[in-house]
């Protein structure tokens, strides 16, 4: 080891402690400002111009609401989890599936990916009232929220599988490497950085399509809950089923990118992490 | 494995080029003893990667013959290691773990790659690194991973592609210095395509240079200085003469 080579990155081994976590609050503080100011000034709103309810129901009426009708949204919510959850695990299948099949072989890619692509030019509102007329409302729900998860995924994921670099895939194979080897484990690795992008993408999208397929046909969900809700101008309720589906929308995405965090550690330090081994 | 002798035989291959045929090599022939390490310089362009990727059956020559001890090796492919200039080391794996898929690949157990990639990085100075990913290492470090790699690999053929291409001056020559010691103490056969006189110079039992393309072989210069060179080879009067010649030749072979 020579100096010119030790003079280059020798990188912390060091994890955030307790100082770390704080400046990271910091960080996150600009971004907490907006959606408190706006909230602040509607209950300012509220206050001065006392619309009434059904127009504008304040941030602390819909709170109570919140509180008061928990069990109510929660059951709702769950349904609305579950439609989510079991769409993005069926896009990401299918999707997957797909993403391989079309980067493979170039007969698929020409027979199946612009169909990928004009499945999305289609609105899923347009679509989506088709699946409860053959469907019970569990599994047409599951499918419009697959329908409109699975495309990020697709895209993302044939970008990724053709992106290994090919010096990579040239010496493994004059190391004695297969192709299925290679592809074990150079290809799909090294698309697993875009595909993530485009599940962060698709956890969100799902949660959008549960609740269009809640909208068109169904008997819980949040989506259904808020159509009710609107009928019979309990606006409240309506704002509460948005705070829920935000929630859950952003707590898909954090699953998402936690779950990035742990597959593939090398992104985000110069070290294996004491919890990974092999 | 005892390292092997290595011939090209009038190797021809064009690719597909707008309209006409572009011809890349253009009956290459020479050949490699078994321990023997031959540089092959040339202008940049003049096809040397593709003559590489030919060597190691990672492409077909659309005429002529590679060989391996003396016989005809169509089927090559694994072969001959080759060590592109991009270290070509995989991100997702610690520096440890992409020494050992060289070892994996030549048919070792899990645990014996483990083990035998951790004695190298410590042998050749990257102890204390095996746990970082390589974008947390410099240029030079990463190039001595990458060859740990290909001593680990087992094969005692080694297609080296401007392996130092993309260093510093000084970083350059602590490689290359470590290349000589590798070579010295295995003795593979190695082809060293560079564009680098001095390295080649430096390194090389002999010297190809080839034409601009179509390659062919313009000259050979064989390089007779002492063992171990060191820089301070660069500064005896065979370096300049053999550094002349070869200059000689690239000039003359860019106008044919």
């Given at each position: ?278 | ?15 597909p080029g707008d309209g006409e045929p572009v011809q890349v090599l253009g009956g290459v022939s020479f050949a490699v003893g078994p321990g023997e390490l031959v540089a092959l310089v040339g202008r940049s362009g003049c096809g040397k990667s593709t003559l590489l990727g030919v060597l190691a059956g990672l492409l077909e020559p659309a005429g002529g013959q590679v060989l391996l001890d003396g016989a005809p090796a169509a089927d090559r492919l694994g ?178």
């Amino acid at each position: 080891m020579t100096t010119a080579d030790r003079l280059g990155a020798v990188p912390r081994r060091s994890r955030p402690g307790a100082a770390g976590l704080a400046r990271r609050a910091a960080r996150l503080l600009p971004a907490l400002l907006l959606p408190l100011g706006g909230v602040a000034a509607w209950q300012l709103v509220a206050w001065l111009a006392d619309p009434r309810p059904w127009l504008l129901p304040s941030p602390l009426d819909v709170l109570r609401t919140m509180a008061a009708e928990h069990d109510r949204l929660w059951f709702h919510a769950q349904g609305t989890i579950r439609g989510s959850l079991l769409g993005l695990a069926l896009a990401l299948a299918a999707g997957l599936a797909l993403a391989v099949g079309i980067s493979a072989s170039r007969a698929l890619d020409r027979a199946v990916y612009p169909w990928v692509v004009a499945s999305q030019a289609i609105p899923i509102l347009a679509v989506a009232p088709l699946f409860p007329i053959w469907l019970d409302y569990g599994p047409s729900q599951l499918l419009v929220a697959a329908l409109i998860a699975f495309f990020p995924i697709v895209v993302t994921g044939v970008d990724g599988l053709r992106a290994v670099d090919p010096e990579i895939a040239r010496t493994l194979r004059t190391l004695g490497a297969g192709r299925l080897w290679v592809w074990r484990h150079a290809t799909f690795p090294a698309a697993l950085p875009a595909l993530f992008s485009g599940l962060r993408m698709a956890a969100v999208f799902s949660v959008t399509g549960a609740v269009v397929a809640e909208y068109v046909g169904a008997d819980r969900g949040l989506g259904y809950l808020s159509e009710i809700a609107t009928g019979q101008f309990q606006t409240d309720v309506v704002f509460a089923c948005i705070a829920w589906l935000g929630a859950i929308g952003v707590a898909l995405f954090g699953l998402v990118t936690l779950a990035e965090r742990l597959v593939l550690p090398y992104r985000y330090r110069s070290t294996r992490p004491r919890w990974r081994t092999g | 494995m005892s390292a092997p002798s290595l011939e090209a035989r009038d190797l021809t291959l064009s690719f597909p080029g707008d309209g006409e045929p572009v011809q890349v090599l253009g009956g290459v022939s020479f050949a490699v003893g078994p321990g023997e390490l031959v540089a092959l310089v040339g202008r940049s362009g003049c096809g040397k990667s593709t003559l590489l990727g030919v060597l190691a059956g990672l492409l077909e020559p659309a005429g002529g013959q590679v060989l391996l001890d003396g016989a005809p090796a169509a089927d090559r492919l694994g072969r001959l290691t080759l060590m592109p200039q991009r270290d070509a080391l995989m991100p997702w794996r610690t520096v440890a773990d992409n020494v050992a898929v060289g070892a994996l690949l030549g048919g070792a157990s899990p645990d014996e790659a483990a083990r035998s990639a951790r004695a190298v990085l410590r042998r050749y100075g990257l102890g204390g690194f095996e746990e970082h990913y390589p974008h947390a290492l410099s240029g030079g470090m990463r190039q001595r991973a990458a060859l740990a790699r290909t001593l680990l690999g087992g094969r005692r053929g080694w297609l080296l592609d401007e392996p130092f291409g993309a260093l510093d001056a000084l970083t350059r020559a602590d490689l290359v210095a470590a290349l000589e010691a590798l070579w010295a103490e295995h003795r593979p056969t190695v082809v060293l395509v560079t564009h680098d006189l001095d390295e080649a110079l430096l390194l090389a039992d002999r010297v190809l240079v080839l034409t601009s393309r179509p390659a062919r072989v313009a000259d050979e210069v064989p390089v007779r200085l002492p063992r171990p060179r060191g820089l301070a080879a660069s500064t005896r009067p065979e370096f300049a003469r053999a550094k002349a010649r070869i200059l000689e030749a690239l000039s003359t072979g860019a106008a044919a």
